[in-house]
Structures are given as structure tokens and as C-alpha cells.
């Protein structure tokens, strides 16, 4: 599938690895993913194969990866110690990313999409900017221009 994919030679279309996040997959996947992310070919347009995966959405999520993936620093490091770290990986969310990992998303040139939900947390997306972290920031519910979230979002992301 990736090679037919890479063969339309689209600016628009890739093949994109998707773990959907640290908690759906086995060690066993992961390391086939990483492995598969460091030998496929580059896309034409890109270096390397593109990865994108959750991370750091709420707390719940957090401590169960933990308890799941106890041999990893932290879980941007289950990501990285399986290679699913670098330049093309997106992560979603990072509402709670912590120092350290926001060091290691930079340090490999990872990308953070974040999506405002006052639910799960408000990022400090202002900060990961001024950190030099690419970053792409949504609303929920984009076509609702009365979500009353939306003032209240922007002013925390403002503030950080």
C-alpha cells in the first residue's frame, strides 16, 4: 500500500502510519511500526514516512500508559524508544506534556495538532511556539462560531 500510494507522486496524498495511541497497541506493534517508519521508502515529496498518534490527552490516559509501559521515561519516550519519534511524527493533543517531553518533541522535530477541549485540558500552546515546536492548533466543533469555549480558550492560550 505504500508504494502504490507513493506512486501517484500526489503533493497532497501520503501514506501515514497510525498508531492511534500508546494504549491500543503491543510492544510487538510498535516495534514493527518503528521498523516500518525506518526502512520505507521516502514519499516523494517527504523523507521520511509520516506518523501521527495521540499523546498526553488526559489524565486517565496518562497514568494507565505509565502503568502499561512501565520501562519508558515518560510516553513521548514509548514513542521514541520505538522510533515513532521524529521529524514527520504529529502528535494529537498534548495537553499534558511535560518539560522533558517537550524537549524531546523538539529535539527530534516532532509536531504537536492540538485541539482545544476545555475537557481534557488546555495546552500550553503559546509556550511551544516560543519553544520552536511546530504546532497546529484546532477548535472542536470549527464550524460553531457561538462556542462559548472559544473565548475562554484563546485567553488561556494567550496567558501561557
Do not use: D, Y
Given at each position: 500500500m505504500i508504494s502504490y500510494v507513493n506512486s501517484l507522486n500526489s503533493v497532497l496524498l501520503h501514506p501515514i502510519l497510525?498508531?492511534?495511541?500508546?494504549l491500543s497497541c503491543m510492544d510487538d506493534l510498535l516495534s514493527g511500526l518503528g521498523k516500518l517508519a525506518a526502512e520505507a521508502p521516502a514519499t516523494p515529496h517527504l523523507a521520511r514516512l509520516p506518523i501521527q498518534t495521540h499523546i498526553?490527552?488526559?489524565?486517565?490516559?496518562i497514568l494507565l500508559t505509565a502503568s502499561l509501559f512501565p520501562a519508558h521515561a515518560s510516553y513521548a519516550a514509548v514513542y521514541d524508544d520505538f522510533g515513532l519519534l521524529g521529524p514527520t511524527t504529529i502528535l494529537a493533543h498534548g495537553c499534558h506534556l511535560s518539560d522533558t517531553e517537550l524537549a524531546l518533541v523538539k529535539k527530534v522535530g516532532a509536531g504537536i495538532s492540538h485541539c482545544f477541549n476545555l475537557r481534557s485540558g488546555v495546552a500550553r500552546v503559546g509556550e511551544w511556539i516560543d519553544e520552536g515546536v511546530k504546532v497546529a492548533a484546532s477548535f472542536p466543533s470549527s464550524s460553531d462560531t457561538k462556542s462559548?469555549?472559544?473565548p475562554i480558550i484563546l485567553n488561556k492560550t494567550k496567558n501561557n
Open positions: 497510525t498508531p492511534r495511541f500508546a498526553l490527552e488526559n489524565t486517565a490516559e462559548p469555549s472559544k
